[in-house]
């Protein structure tokens, strides 16, 4: 029966897992701890898409020592072949004893076949031990294995009043130090951040993870620009980060503007026109499931957030709101466009979380329909 000491060995392998977010895709954030006596001998992650899993990295950190040992798994043990050998084989061959893992894995070449394997082997098997936490994780990982989507959070931050910038467009800062940095640790554990293009004529922004100290990431960056009115100098494109930009247009884009970004660097996603004339939110993430891009952070701005509420296709909501009041009837608001009629059609979210960060207080919601 799983006890404490599993809650603790398990919730060091989920440590291990998180490292992995943003960069393992498409496959899950995986950690692996391997224990003796009370004591770990063994760690590891997944770290890169057809790299070793966590596994057999953990098993071969612990050595010798694995023989009777308890290894620990955020997720069911892959028991098929892919890129790599299938991770049942390592424990098995190692002589693990028991295998304890949080949530059951969805991949159909998988799902539910570890604890046979396992126990024809006469290796016990436990599974459920932190599977919320687990499944919560690679949240992303489970969507996209069901829906073929990416997990869209969008995150909004603005003044008590609602406020993103004040009425002449000056929005540095809204929120503080320690929000700013948390929002450059969510891009690292996303696959793609996304911006609207008032955004970046209006801030200019990179969209890295610069603030990020260690081991840094950017994810692809995403600039939805119905007519390509991106400038070719923008940062976003530039070489301040190592990662694609990626630019989404409709197919009234001018063909003149597209070769001047393809020329800077940029690489160009042309999609239907949906509601507005704007870009097809459900044909892009529709596209960027497709290429495996499984979390999408999107920033902003108000009318590219407006659409993607409408559109539906956001699954978790991010709020940050500083300690101060903008006014102004020309400041702009985190959602743009025509907005609702009647207060019975507003959209409705469960909040989930509030949480203080620095001075800013950020609340998290889903929408009402997937909570």
């Known amino acids: 029966m799983a006890g404490v000491h599993d809650q603790v060995f398990m919730r060091r392998a989920l440590e291990l897992a998180a490292r992995g977010l943003g960069r393992t895709s498409p496959n899950p954030a995986v950690g692996a701890v391997v224990v003796r006596e009370g004591q770990i001998v063994g760690e590891g992650r997944h770290r890169l898409a057809g790299e070793p899993h966590a596994e057999p990295l953990a098993l071969l950190n612990a050595g010798e020592q694995a023989q009777d040992a308890t290894i620990y798994v955020t997720l069911e043990p892959c028991s098929h072949w892919g890129r790599t050998p299938p991770c049942t084989q390592a424990i098995i061959e190692a002589g693990i004893s028991r295998v304890v893992y949080a949530c059951a894995d969805i991949d159909e070449r998988c799902a539910g076949r570890a604890d046979q394997v396992l126990g024809d082997a006469g290796i016990d098997v436990e599974s459920g031990v932190l599977a919320d936490e687990a499944t919560q994780l690679n949240e992303a990982y489970f969507k996209h294995k069901r829906t073929k989507l990416p997990f869209v959070t969008l995150k909004l931050a603005s003044s008590l009043d609602g406020k993103i910038a004040t009425r002449t467009g000056d929005s540095r800062w809204v929120t503080g130090k320690e929000a700013r940095e948390f929002v450059h640790e969510l891009r690292g554990r996303s696959d793609a951040v996304m911006v609207g293009i008032g955004t970046v004529l209006a801030d200019d922004p990179q969209l890295t993870t610069r603030d990020v100290s260690g081991d840094r990431r950017d994810a692809l960056r995403i600039v939805v620009d119905s007519l390509a009115r991106t400038p070719a100098d923008a940062r976003v494109i ?134």
């Not at 500083?322 to 006014?327: E, F, I, R, S, T």
């Not at 025509?338 to 509030?354: C, K, L, N």
């Open 238 to 371: 530039g070489p301040g980060s190592h990662e694609r930009c990626l630019i989404a247009v409709s197919e009234s884009a001018p063909e003149e503007r597209l070769a001047g970004l393809v020329l800077a660097g940029a690489e160009i996603m042309r999609l239907p026109a949906g509601p507005g004339g704007h870009v097809d939110l459900n044909a892009l993430t529709a596209e960027l499931g497709r290429r495996n891009v499984m979390s999408v952070l999107l920033e902003g701005g108000g009318t590219l957030a407006a659409g993607a509420v409408a559109a539906a296709v956001v699954d978790r909501y991010l709020f940050f709101y500083a300690p101060k009041l903008v006014g102004g009837h020309d400041a702009p608001t985190g959602l743009g466009g025509d907005g609702v009629e009647r207060m019975a059609d507003a959209w409705q979210v469960e909040i989930t979380g509030v949480e203080r960060i620095g001075a800013d207080i950020m609340i998290e919601g889903v929408p009402c329909s997937q909570g």
